[in-house]
């Protein structure tokens, strides 16, 4: 396996920049998730690693080596598609070998790492089947096997798991980070689905408009979004956005957003900052009913079982809270909530402060 290194890496089609001057590493060994909105451009990330296209500038290292001009061939690298792509004519067995026949290896050494694959895949009984007698997650884990029996020096993943239905993408994600857990090989894998970045994912790297927004470890996004685009990207419900002016007072400072004042404890970071016009950030769940600033209705209440989203209009602004199971208010009745403002964000012209 080897490390990659991307490189003020940029690209253009037709004149319209999709990829803008980015850079960023994955270790030998490493998942590394590439996550951004639709049309950002992580599957052209993905085609510029492989070789499937070529950038305009920018360098691209793998296991130290510039491979800008190599093949896709010599780049040595397995790419696992959303549509898998297996051969409809061949069973399991002849999918998993095709890579290495055309390589001309030994029958006996196919045989050996195909049979360890499909064991190590869950396959061994599959063999024989063709991709249309399997199921989504069969023919899946048909592709992935593919890739493994190759023993690439990178795996690339494009939304791998976008095909199958809900569960069968749960149980699939645990099975890939299992697999990663085994097989320790350096890994992207793209995905728009925040929930399967931060689960998967030991470092996310978050496109959009082929700009990285933020390099981080899932926890890292969530706590510390590096800008409003990181923050309403990563979190379901999506984190609650107040625009208002903070002021100075004698305890701290005040944030006012239309008829609502928040209270806040003092921070070094907003110091330069009262008079100005910012953006806090509230999560739903550092926004629970209680004795508190925030006054509204309550618009709407899904019971969710281990807890319950509360929808609130105050004044103008839509508030969405996150309160425990037994919660007991109704559609519109008054509600108080307590911001927890360890937690709140704090933005200035959409980057975060301090
Ligand atoms: N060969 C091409 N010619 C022209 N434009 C292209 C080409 N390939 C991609 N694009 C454009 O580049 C942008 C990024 O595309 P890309 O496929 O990388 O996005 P993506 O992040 O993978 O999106 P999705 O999540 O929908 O798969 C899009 O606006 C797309 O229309
Ligand atoms: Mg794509």
Known sequence: MANLIISNLSKSFDNTGVIRDISFK??????????GPSGCGKTTVLRLIAGLEQQD???????????????????????????????PHMNVYENMSFSLKMQKQPEAEINRKVKETAALLELDNFLDRKPKELSGGQRQRVAIGRAIVRNPKLFLFDEPLSNLDAKLRNSMRVE?????????????????????????????VLLDQGQIQQIGTPNEMYNKP???????????????????????????????????????????????????????????????????????????????????????????????AKAPSDFRGRQGEAISLNPDSKVIHFFSNGKRIG
Do not use: W
């Open 26 to 35: 994955v270790d030998e060994g490493e998942f590394c998730i590439l996550l």
């Open 57 to 87: 500038s920018g360098e691209i290292f793998i296991a130290d080596k510039e491979v800008s001009d190599l093949t896709p061939k010599e780049r040595d690298i397995a790419m696992v598609f959303q549509s898998y792509a297996l051969y």
């Open 176 to 204: 890939i980070a299992g697999l990663h857990r085994k097989l320790k090989a350096t890994t992207i894998y793209v995905t728009h689905d925040q929930v399967e970045a931060m689960t998967l994912g030991e470092k996310i």
């Open 226 to 320: 590096a800008n409003i685009f990181v923050a309403t990207f990563i979190g379901t419900p999506q984190i609650n956005l107040l625009e208002g002016r903070l002021t100075d007072n004698q305890s701290g400072h005040t944030f006012t957003s239309g008829a609502l004042t928040i209270p806040l404890e003092r921070r070094d970071e907003l110091n330069n900052y009262s008079g100005q016009n910012i953006t806090i950030g509230i999560r739903p769940e550092a926004l629970t009913p209680g004795d508190g600033p925030v006054k509204g209705i309550i618009e709407l209440i899904e019971h969710l079982g281990p807890e319950t989203l509360v929808y609130i209009k105050a004044g103008d602004t839509s508030l969405i």
